[in-house]
């Protein structure tokens, strides 16, 4: 059941609820079965929550693992528990989407670092028996797929058919294309980039240092304190969100209009619809989502640099793969722009990979690819068939 959304007690309640012992499926691994950290540290005991959709065939070479972005979850196609909102694809994902549930078998975790059950800065210490906080190790993208992957093993997936994700989530495919090149049939990383860029890196500074500008953050201790910094990461979402739409969406959406007034009212309450707009965002964003974690997934993405992986040169990270790719991008992406998108599909062509590449029309900015965008949905359908016949399986609407 959803948070009653004027309590916020209740609120908090499920929060930390679902960061222990989430709605979703949960796999949980002891200390004995650590996972090994790009920091050197090893982490043990560790927790993986996920939910999965259709169902594997029988010779389990129907797998699709879709990687969230940022602020996403494992609950891509199905109700969110903290928020009682539909999916976060559900555009997407489902019976009869582009990627299609009544065919192929659906993953989708929570990362490493996250909120909503893998284990994160609020999941509890099982040293200490309170949350982790910043005693949780920092983590990486790659340690975000080596939870993946361990994930995958315990579902019995050898090779997964492909890999989807935007954003955040795309960052995730271009690393598991590079990290488990043969576990990889079919690779489409959407509105990302081989690594971050010093703009993007400023853009999520600013939001770490609101959240630790709170009063109530506490040095990361407020869970025990039973207080949140919900000013601090308000603010980091305003400024985040800024960044997720295009000038023109925003001109397109709200102009100068003014919010529920006729006048300007000479003072600092919200005059303009937009920063009516940017106030409800951060205001519903910290009903769902940890301040720690926001900490922690951001500077995940700071720390990515695929090619840095690779003595620096790029191509190196998908030198003899078999991995077919679909890399797409948008026109008004300016957080990750199209050239980023461009520097990827160079390197793939370099090392020879089989390779597409769709730039999409649209004045939505980053965003777009969460939203009903009819010619990204024509551009995955039509990489799907042409990879599920490469793989030699049925296509959705083909007989099995």
């Known amino acids: 059941m959803p948070a009653d959304s004027h309590n916020p007690a209740a609120r908090d309640t499920v929060k930390a609820n679902e960061a222990e012992t989430p ?4 796999v949980r691994f002891p200390a004995e079965e650590p996972l090994e950290l790009d920091s050197g540290i090893r982490l043990g005991p560790w927790q993986i929550a996920y939910e999965t959709y259709g169902t594997l ?16 979850d494992q609950y891509v196609a199905s109700t969110n528990p903290v928020t009682g909102k539909p999916g976060w694809w559900h555009l997407m994902v489902g019976p009869g989407r582009p990627i299609d549930t009544d065919h192929y078998f659906v993953i989708c975790a929570n990362v490493l670092g996250g909120c909503l059950g893998t284990t994160g800065p609020a999941t509890l210490n099982a040293e200490t028996g309170a949350p982790y906080g910043l005693d949780l190790p920092v983590v990486t993208i790659r340690d975000m797929v080596r939870a993946q992957a361990r994930l995958v093993d315990h579902l019995g997936v050898d090779t997964l058919f492909a890999v989807i994700g935007g954003s955040m989530g795309g960052m995730q495919v271009l690393q598991w294309a590079a990290s488990y090149p043969e576990r990889v049939f079919a690779a489409i990383p959407i509105a990302a980039a081989a690594r971050h860029t010093s703009q ?4 999520h500074e600013v939001g770490r240092q609101a959240i630790m500008a709170d009063p109530n953050w506490r040095g990361g201790s407020y869970i025990v304190g039973g207080v949140r910094p919900t000013k601090g990461l308000a603010i980091a979402r305003m400024a985040a969100h800024v960044t997720y739409m295009s000038d023109e969406s925003l001109h397109q959406k709200f102009g ?18 937009i920063e009516s707009y940017l106030r409800h965002q951060g205001m519903t964003f910290v009903d769902r989502f940890d301040a720690n974690s926001y900490l922690y997934v951001t500077r995940a993405m700071d720390y990515f640099d695929l090619a840095q992986e690779f003595g620096g040169t ?39 990979a089989n390779v597409s590449f769709v730039e999409i029309e649209s004045d939505r900015g980053h965003d777009s690819f969460l939203l009903d965008v009819p010619e990204m949905f024509e551009t995955i359908q039509g990489f799907m068939i042409g990879a599920a016949h490469a793989r030699g399986i049925p296509a959705p609407g083909e007989a099995r």
């Not at 100068?256 to 600092?268: A, M, P």
Request: aromatic share 12%; proline share 2%.
């Open 23 to 26: 709605s979703s499926k949960l």
């Open 57 to 72: 065939n029988a010779d389990r070479s129907n797998a699709i693992l879709i990687c969230h972005a940022l602020t996403g």
């Open 200 to 203: 993007n890196i400023a853009f």
């Open 256 to 273: 100068r209009n003014l919010q529920d007034r006729e006048n300007l009212t000479f003072g600092f309450d919200a005059d303009f619809q």
């Open 314 to 352: 790029l191509p190196n990270a998908f030198a003899n793969t078999k991995t077919r790719f679909c890399v797409m991008s948008f026109t008004s992406d300016w957080l990750f722009p199209t050239s980023e998108s461009r520097s990827v599909v160079k390197a793939l062509n370099a090392a020879a």
